[in-house]
Nanobody, 123 residues
């Protein structure tokens, strides 16, 4: 039973930065690829970024490429999403998720989900 807990969300002005964290329980964290997703009110959940179980080969959605950085620290059972140059359209609930599949790219590939953390970017 894997549990994921996100933190670090909040309210920030456009152009500002936030760092989200996601802490995982258990000793098998290094066996999971990880992802960050976001969901705005009335919208579908979309992928933001993924990273391999070893912490390499990050993938980013085109909308965040060059602004967000995904990292994975297996020693601390934690992943991070550094978000810079934030825009109002980044406003959403952000979720971290884990997958036992290799190179997951869609929501259905991820088996373990956190509760989400709210990010609000004002204009």
């Amino acid at each position: 039973q894997v549990q994921l807990v996100e933190s670090g969300g909040g309210l920030v002005q456009a152009g500002g930065s936030l760092r989200l964290s996601c802490a995982a329980s258990g000793r098998t964290f290094s066996s999971y690829d990880m992802g960050w997703f976001r969901q705005a009110p009335g919208k579908e959940r979309t992928i933001v970024a993924t990273i391999s179980r070893a912490g390499g080969w990050p993938y980013y959605a085109e909308s965040v490429k060059g602004r967000f950085t995904f990292s994975k620290d297996n020693a601390k059972n934690t992943v991070y999403l550094q978000m810079n140059s934030l825009k109002p359209e980044d406003t959403a609930v952000y979720y971290c998720a884990g997958s036992t599949r290799y190179s997951p790219r869609i929501t259905a590939d991820f088996e373990f989900w956190g509760q989400g953390t709210q990010v609000t970017v004002s204009s």
